[in-house]
């Protein structure tokens, strides 16, 4: 049982973005669901890698020029989003897109209206629209009217692909926004890599913000998470709660979703931090712990030890060493 904070719709009409993306990269032909297009290969793709539920930050705003990289426009319909949640509730999580540079649309306006149609997450991109770090003041509406409506919100925080400068993924400048916003629920997608040990230390002192490096578990930093998560800071300074910070997050469909749990399962995790790192955290950052079908799906009321989420292909190819 799996919550994949990272996981995007392939349908043909909400994965434009991501067609391209993986056409330029040369891993569409893995991603059978693309192939196909519809809503039912796409979760056939996801159930069989061992995801329970997908989240779909796929975004809305301008694309740019990072050094020798083009990156188109994000252009996924809100609309959508609500109607796929709607129709597969437990099993889908959409995300609003949100343009923060208001080229696309009015941003608050836009918060609002997804807030209606049910959507329980903003995904934001500064660094590509308006051009900003998270903590500049023109986005603080933003961050408001998520606290207003209760809604989580998702940063894109990465250093290579987030801004203009590197300096964009500094996690002080998220620290800053969860000072400022102290019941703002704060999902930072791709873990602001390169600052592995930094954004590790704010997530020690914020209990609002959590941290989903996904794709970039697999660069360098990969241990400092491992060690961080695993002792979950207690010889240093008590228990801060790391381990209750991170969320999975894989990427999908940039990568083949079974290669990269075959590689998250890989490594040496401590038992009793995978369903905290795989669901809980997850559930509890997008405040579902009361949620009936949540609470179902993902035997909460079970001790963690009762309940194994490792997904049934990895089980059966460990079998076969």
Known sequence: MIIDVRCRLTTKEGSDYFRTQTQKSGAYGRIA?????????FFEEINQAGVTTAVSASGNNPGMKLGYKE???RTTSNDMMADVQKRNWGKFIGVAGIDAGGVYHEPIEEIRRCAKMGLRAVFIEPG???GC????RRIYPIYEECVKLDLAI???TSGPLGGKNIDYADPKHIEQVAEDFPDLRIICGHGHYPYVREAITVATRRDNIYLSP???????GREDWIEAINENYRAYF????IADRFLFGSAYPLFDLKDYMRFFFSLPWKREVLNRVLYRNAIRAFKLEEDPTFRKMYQLDLPDEEVDPTPAFIKAEQGKR
């Open 33 to 41: 669901a693309f192939k196909d297009g519809t809503e039912e290969k």
């Open 71 to 73: 990156l188109p426009n």
């Open 128 to 130: 590509r629209s308006p």
């Open 133 to 136: 770090n998270l903590d500049d």
């Open 154 to 156: 998702i940063p894109q």
């Open 214 to 220: 996904d794709v970039y578990l697999r660069m360098l």
């Open 238 to 241: 008590g228990n801060y709660g």
